[in-house]
């Protein structure tokens, strides 16, 4: 029964609550621990995982209503306490208290420690083969007496500490339970000692009342008095056999010794399957462990596949933009090549026609000329002809430098234009024409000689002249037209340009329109290049605004130049004015002064400012200098974590080699148990062995003391093999404690890692925190700087103000002056639109500011974003995948919101630069009409003012190139940290390859070893029970066949010895008789046990439940018929020795005796003292009520008056000195049935 019950409690232990509350401790936490947790004081109740985040939790009930909930979240419930009483915490922020029940104090001072040998906290065994934990020790208010409390193992209590409204422990319900301080038992801690049964100061009624066990043992108690007292009664009958009764008595002790030392062994095979029951949880739990690895492996895999396709994705996008980035650009550089030549092609033309132009002008000129010298000519006398003559040769040599000059014009056009030529050639054409036509003017001069001879002559020559002027003038009309075909020809090529010139214009709109496409797919780009686009950008605006500035600069020369020029001009003008206006200077020049004095405070006032602004600015530094500074730290704390979970790899590693030794020292230990199956088929066959010996004690006494010598010699050796395995079960044992003290050191260090994780956690956020706040103080000083910017901007309003006055005192000037009127008409009107110019500048300033400021906040909203996702990325590593994609989607946010951000501020600083420029346009147009009736050193402090606007401008540059480089560190840092992230991205890929890899032959490890082992084992201890029974049995039969043959051996020497005593024969016979129907009753039993085996058989080929459960119950049956079998086994020898001892007549009456039946086992309550009615373990007094827990006052109720009890009878109502059975009763006979 106690093995049944040994069995009953092991299935329990398979439940979920108690392999939790057995298995899943965190640290040096269990149930029931008083703990801690700043000023809130409470008790575990639960240790295990939670739903509402990951990893070991612990469940607290506190004393006072400071907690949170009532045991459940979420709607799930963990435990059951009133509302505001329960708290979740982590083990590394509780502290531990020790309690009243569990405390040291307590156990020192408490009187019946010292009573019982028991101490507070020590591992205890009730009656039933329940263990548990002493937490109480004394008197109670439900009963009289001394009361043991206890925390159970495993859920089968009655209640969590209290009872009817009072708490002497706490414990989780229904883990308590109460028994009486004599049934409660220290349990071994892990080793093959016996159990130390302690007699105590208690009454036999307390000893021997109660369970099974304690009644069972009331009835060995009886038995060993009244064989006591038959041993004392037949001392004197039995001188003649001494030697019998002596080795009666051996025996008996050497079969009690080995009893012992089975029911040791088989405690020890108990503990040893329940270690093993809660190693097979474990390993449960720890190959679920493996699922949930595997499936976030799976889980990390697939995002992962999922992130490099997407990045190959994207490397193909980038590279078919990179190859048509490339193609646009070089057509953009053909087209831009072909464009050149093109216009270089149009410069050369427009250049020789431009020259042609001039060549016919001139011609032109020259004709007009000649025309008018003719009609000249013909009025004049001789003397004109001889002009004529000579203005003739003059034209031939012009017309022979024209005709050259036409050559050269005629191989310069041919290598232009071909068409020109054909042009070029009918002009020729008629030059020459036209020479033939001037060369008879030779023979001219041969008739002006012999004018003298004939005058006649004149006549004709006039005529011929005449003629002649009318075929110049028809020259010169043709020349005339071919001009003009020639000029529509130009035209026309004209036209061609203009058609080339749209065409070049359709081709730039074309240029443009591919501009716009390149821009947009640059656009497109840019999403994926986008910080190194900015830094391009800004490098250009950078060198743009340079030359920008270089430009105004020159500018600002030239004009200063131009006014000097023009101050040294009107110097000398006014020079004469001055007489007049010295009077009114004397009057203006102290208001001037003052004026001065004034613009020069205010000059100096933003000349503090801008110091202010630059130590701001050189703040602003300082505090990105410290942002970079925590940045890095970050990134330190970020290694550092790293490297701590990489130890806790390793330490996971080392876990699992400790496991694999662990597994190893299983084997080990079945290996040993194995050994001592066959120590103990060894005992069985030194059992056989020793009957052997026995029947030869019955065939010679003379070899009694060799054989008692060889059986000390044998239970010696018996003993020293017992021992020797006793001490290797030890070591392997403390090896194995050894190793889970490693286990839990290592474990230990983990949690130890974990909170250091948690820690550096901590610490990031407070670094983040303190970026935040930095951040904020950065806003502000902006702030600062815009109201700065703000009262600049009034101190230049003032100016203008004064720079009004200072116009209104020289209009007084102006109006004397006619020609500075023209002058300030346009300066005003330059003011004016300078002043249009700045309003519309400022009011697109203060708009770009508002956005700004809403970017700036857009911005600060993301990256709180940004800094909640990492740290939920940290926390969550089953979500990475999601938070990866959210992540990537706020980095495009964020992409694209620095780049308005830097696209607003771009615009803002080069609005800020126009309204400098136009500032310092409007400063130079006041200074201009300063500089009319102003001295030179007025011109002289404006160039200070621009030198320091050039010193400012240089500042703003510098300032450009720092964030530049800060932008260019950032990228690389950007660009190292992806490194590193696909780095670390690679690592894990390779880890959790080897995980898989790992866990994959683990599993097909633990499947072969869980098949073989639930087959096996389940098998081999069932077939070795069997055997072991079966052999019990044979042991059994062949000592009973031993005892029958020496009983016939006694028949013979009886039927020798009939003529003595007739008595003698007819007690063999009636011996004889009883041992036959003994063997007919094993043979039964053999047959009986033959077909339960047939069953067995039959049966396995049924399901493992069945199985289980029918094996179960056979299991259960053949132990109790095993224990039967020890105590008819245990009487039968008895009744052996006691035959051995009797004489024949008593063992005649022996026989006559009618049999009694054993009295079967009462139930008894030591609380109620009350029989057949409840257990005390069953009791339901000190059953928790769960639904009413308000305190309730005991009745106190008196003590029944104490009962009498019969020990002989083994019954209440009378004692032993009224017992009528001792009277007249001779000493009971046995039953032998079964």
């Known amino acids: 029964?106690?093995?049944?019950?040994?069995?009953?409690?092991?299935?329990?232990?398979?439940?979920?609550?108690?392999?939790?509350?057995?298995?899943?401790?965190?640290?040096?936490?269990?149930?029931?621990?008083?703990?801690?947790?700043?000023?809130?004081?409470?008790?575990?109740?639960?240790?295990?995982?939670?739903?509402?985040?990951?990893?070991?939790?612990?469940?607290?009930?506190?004393?006072?209503?400071?907690?949170?909930?009532?045991?459940?979240?979420?709607?799930?419930?963990?435990?059951?306490?009133?509302?505001?009483?329960?708290?979740?915490?982590?083990?590394?922020?509780?502290?531990?208290?020790?309690?009243?029940?569990?405390?040291?104090?307590?156990?020192?001072?408490?009187?019946?420690?010292?009573?019982?040998?028991?101490?507070?906290?020590?591992?205890?065994?009730?009656?039933?083969?329940?263990?548990?934990?002493?937490?109480?020790?004394?008197?109670?208010?439900?009963k009289d007496g001394v009361w043991a409390g206890i925390e159970l193992e495993q859920p089968v209590g009655k209640n969590d500490g209290s009872v009817q409204g009072k708490r002497y422990f706490t414990c989780k319900a229904p883990y308590g339970l109460f028994a009486a301080a004599s049934k409660v038992i220290r349990a071994p801690e892990q080793t093959s000692a016996k159990f130390k049964i302690r007699h105590t100061k208690t009454s036999a009624l307390r000893q021997r009342s109660g369970s099974h066990e304690s009644l069972s043992s009331i009835g060995a108690s009886s038995v060993a008095s009244s064989r006591i007292s038959k041993y004392n009664f037949a001392t004197p009958r039995s001188v003649h056999r001494p030697f019998i009764?002596?080795?009666?008595?051996?025996?008996?002790?050497?079969?009690?010794?080995?009893?012992?030392?089975?029911?040791?062994?088989?405690?020890?095979?108990?503990?040893?399957?329940?270690?093993?029951?809660?190693?097979?949880?474990?390993?449960?739990?720890?190959?679920?462990?493996?699922?949930?690895?595997e499936a976030k492996a799976t889980q990390l895999e697939s995002a992962k596949t999922l992130v490099d396709q997407q990045l190959e994705a994207l490397k193909v996008m980038l590279d078919k933009s990179e190859a048509k980035f490339k193609v646009a650009d070089g057509t953009v550089n053909d087209l831009t090549i072909q464009l050149k030549e093109k216009e270089d092609a149009l410069e050369d033309l427009t250049f020789r026609y431009d020259e042609e132009t001039i060549m016919n002008a001139e011609m032109a000129e020259k004709i007009a000329e000649l025309e008018k010298r003719t009609v000249v000519k013909e009025s004049?006398?001789?003397?004109?002809?001889?002009?004529?003559?000579?203005?003739?040769?003059?034209?031939?040599?012009?017309?022979?430098?024209?005709?050259?000059?036409?050559?050269?014009?005629?191989?310069?056009?041919?290598?232009?234009?071909?068409?020109?030529?054909?042009?070029?050639?009918?002009?020729?054409?008629?030059?020459?024409?036209?020479?033939?036509?001037?060369?008879?003017n030779n023979a001219v001069g041969c008739m002006n000689k012999s004018e003298k001879e004939t005058s006649d002559d004149n006549c004709d020559l006039s005529k011929q002249l005449e003629a002649n002027m009318k075929k110049l003038s028809n020259l010169?009309?043709?020349?005339?037209?071919?001009?003009?075909?020639?000029?529509?020809?130009?035209?026309?090529?004209?036209?061609?340009?203009?058609?080339?010139?749209?065409?070049?214009?359709?081709?730039?709109?074309?240029?443009?329109?591919?501009?716009?496409?390149?821009?947009?797919?640059?656009?497109?780009?840019?999403?994926?290049?986008?910080?190194?686009?900015?830094?391009?950008?800004?490098?250009?605006?950078?060198?743009?605004?340079?030359?920008?500035?270089?430009?105004?600069?020159?500018?600002?020369?030239?004009?200063?130049?131009?006014?000097?020029?023009?101050?040294?001009?009107?110097?000398?003008?006014?020079?004469?004015?001055?007489?007049?206006?010295?009077?009114?200077?004397?009057?203006?020049?102290?208001?001037?002064?003052?004026?001065?004095?004034?613009?020069?405070?205010?000059?100096?006032?933003?000349?503090?400012?801008?110091?202010?602004?630059?130590k701001m600015e050189i703040e602003k530094a300082k505090l990105m200098e410290l942002q970079e500074s925590l940045e890095n730290s970050n990134r330190e704390f970020l290694t550092n974590t790293k490297s701590l979970e990489s130890q806790k790899i390793e330490l996971e590693g080392e876990l699992r080699q400790?496991?694999?030794?662990?597994?190893?020292?299983?084997?080990?230990?079945?290996?040993?148990?194995?050994?001592?199956?066959?120590?103990?088929?060894?005992?069985?066959?030194?059992?056989?062995?020793?009957?052997?010996?026995r029947v030869?004690?019955?065939?010679?006494?003379?070899?009694?003391?060799?054989?008692?010598?060889?059986?000390?010699?044998?239970?010696?050796?018996?003993?020293?093999?017992?021992?020797?395995?006793?001490?290797?079960?030890?070591?392997?044992?403390t090896t194995n404690e050894s190793l889970e003290k490693d286990l839990l050191t290592t474990r230990n260090n983990v949690q130890n890692l974990e909170n250091m994780h948690d820690a550096m956690k901590n610490t990031l956020g407070k670094t983040q925190f303190e970026l935040e706040k930095l951040k904020e103080d950065l806003s502000f000083s902006q702030q600062e700087l815009i109201a700065e910017h703000e009262k600049v901007a009034r101190l230049q309003q003032e100016i203008i103000s004064h720079v009004s006055d200072m116009e209104q005192l020289q209009r007084l000037q102006r109006e004397e002056a006619s020609n500075h009127a023209k002058i300030k008409s346009r300066l005003e009107s330059e003011n004016d639109s300078a002043y249009q110019k700045l309003r519309d500048l400022e009011a697109e300033k203060e708009i770009l500011l508002k956005e700004k400021v809403e970017m700036q906040k857009e911005y600060t909203k993301v990256e709180e974003r940004y800094e909640a996702l990492t740290q939920s990325l940290k926390g969550r590593v089953s979500l990475d995948s999601d938070y990866k994609e959210k992540v990537r989607k706020l980095g495009a946010e964020l992409k694209s919101i620095t780049e308005c951000l830097s696209t607003v501020d771009c615009k803002g600083g080069s609005l800020e630069e126009k309204i400098g420029n136009l500032l310092e346009e409007r400063i130079q147009l006041v200074d201009a009409e300063k500089k009319l009736k102003v001295e030179i050193e007025r011109l002289m402090a404006?160039?200070?003012?621009?030198?320091?606007?050039?010193?400012?401008?240089?500042?703003?540059?510098?300032?450009?190139?720092?964030?530049?480089?800060?932008?260019?560190?950032?990228?690389?840092?950007?660009?190292?940290?992806?490194?590193?992230?696909?780095?670390?991205?690679?690592?894990l890929r390779t880890e959790m390859m080897k995980i898989n890899d790992e866990n994959k032959n683990k599993d097909e490890i633990i499947n072969l070893l869980k098949a073989k082992h639930g087959t096996s084992t389940v098998d081999l201890t069932q077939n070795e029970q069997y055997e072991k029974e079966i052999d019990a049995l044979k042991e059994g039969k062949n000592q009973a066949i031993s005892q029958i043959n020496s009983l016939k051996l006694e028949v013979l020497e009886l039927l020798k010895?009939?003529?003595?005593?007739?008595?003698?024969?007819?007690?063999?016979?009636?011996?004889?008789?009883?041992?036959?129907?003994?063997?007919?009753?094993?043979?039964?039993?053999?047959?009986?046990?033959k077909q339960e085996i047939q069953k067995l058989k039959v049966a396995v080929g049924k399901t493992e439940t069945d199985k289980i459960e029918e094996m179960k119950r056979d299991i259960s049956f053949l132990n109790s018929i095993i224990a039967e079998q020890y105590k008819k086994e245990k009487d039968l020898n008895e009744q052996i020795a006691i035959l051995n001892s009797l004489p024949a007549n008593e063992i005649m009456t022996e026989l006559q005796r009618k049999t009694t039946d054993d009295i079967p086992l009462r139930l008894y309550c030591d609380i109620c003292e009350v029989f057949d009615l409840h257990d005390t373990t069953d009791c339901p007094t000190q059953a928790m009520d769960m639904e009413e827990e308000t305190v309730r006052k005991k009745n106190k109720r008196g003590k029944p008056p104490a009962r009498p009890y019969c020990e002989h009878c083994e019954e209440f109502g009378h004692g032993v000195s009224n017992c009528s059975k001792v009277q007249t009763e001779k000493p009971k006979s046995k039953d032998y049935t079964f």
């Not at 250009?540 to 600069?553: C, F, M, Q, R």
């Not at 059986?711 to 001490?727: P, V, Y």
């Open 245 to 293: 009764i002596s080795s009666a008595r051996g025996q008996e002790d050497l079969f009690k010794a080995i009893q012992e030392s089975l029911k040791e062994k088989e405690t020890h095979l108990e503990q040893v399957i329940r270690e093993r029951d809660l190693e097979r949880n474990e390993m449960a739990a720890l190959s679920s462990r493996c699922e949930l690895a």
């Open 658 to 693: 400790k496991e694999s030794e662990k597994e190893i020292l299983r084997s080990s230990l079945t290996k040993k148990e194995s050994e001592l199956s066959s120590a103990k088929s060894k005992l069985d066959e030194l059992s056989g062995q020793i009957d052997k010996l």
């Open 1057 to 1089: 010895r009939q003529a003595e005593n007739e008595g003698i024969v007819s007690e063999a016979k009636q011996r004889s008789a009883l041992f036959v129907d003994l063997e007919e009753e094993w043979k039964k039993k053999e047959d009986a046990y």
């Open 1 to 142: 029964m106690a093995e049944s019950k040994a069995f009953r409690g092991l299935i329990r232990s398979t439940s979920k609550e108690s392999v939790i509350s057995a298995i899943s401790h965190v640290g040096d936490w269990e149930i029931g621990d008083r703990c801690q947790i700043g000023e809130r004081v409470g008790n575990i109740v639960y240790i295990g995982p939670a739903r509402f985040a990951p990893g070991e939790w612990i469940g607290i009930v506190l004393d006072q209503p400071l907690g949170k909930n009532d045991g459940s979240v979420d709607g799930h419930r963990y435990f059951s306490c009133e509302p505001k009483h329960g708290l979740f915490c982590k083990a590394s922020k509780l502290e531990h208290v020790q309690s009243t029940s569990l405390s040291a104090d307590t156990s020192q001072n408490n009187p019946f420690c010292k009573e019982y040998g028991f101490e507070i906290g020590d591992r205890v065994i009730v009656s039933g083969g329940k263990y548990g934990r002493l937490r109480f020790l004394g008197n109670t208010d439900f």
């Open 696 to 733: 030869s004690l019955y065939e010679a006494s003379s070899s009694d003391e060799s054989l008692k010598k060889e059986l000390e010699l044998l239970r010696e050796e018996n003993k020293k093999e017992a021992e020797a395995h006793i001490i290797e079960v030890a070591q392997l044992q």
């Open 380 to 440: 004049r006398s001789e003397d004109t002809t001889k002009l004529l003559m000579d203005e003739a040769e003059k034209t031939k040599l012009q017309l022979e430098e024209l005709r050259k000059q036409c050559s050269l014009f005629e191989q310069e056009r041919i290598s232009v234009c071909s068409q020109m030529k054909n042009i070029w050639s009918a002009f020729n054409e008629d030059f020459w024409e036209l020479a033939k036509l001037l060369s008879p």
């Open 476 to 614: 010169i009309g043709h020349n005339k037209t071919v001009k003009k075909s020639v000029q529509e020809r130009l035209e026309s090529d004209k036209e061609e340009i203009k058609n080339l010139t749209a065409q070049l214009e359709i081709l730039k709109k074309s240029m443009d329109n591919k501009a716009a496409n390149i821009s947009q797919k640059d656009e497109e780009l840019t999403v994926y290049r986008a910080t190194v686009d900015q830094l391009r950008n800004e490098l250009e605006k950078v060198e743009k605004s340079k030359a920008k500035l270089k430009e105004t600069y020159d500018a600002l020369e030239m004009s200063n130049n131009a006014l000097l020029t023009n101050f040294d001009h009107l110097k000398r003008k006014d020079a004469e004015m001055v007489e007049k206006t010295e009077n009114e200077k004397k009057e203006h020049n102290t208001e001037v002064s003052r004026l001065n004095g004034e613009l020069r405070q205010v000059q100096n006032d933003s000349i503090q400012l801008h110091e202010q602004l630059r």
């Open 942 to 987: 404006e160039k200070e003012n621009q030198a320091f606007d050039l010193t400012v401008t240089t500042e703003k540059l510098s300032e450009l190139k720092q964030e530049y480089n800060t932008l260019a560190a950032s990228l690389n840092k950007l660009e190292k940290e992806r490194n590193d992230k696909d780095a670390e991205l690679n690592v």
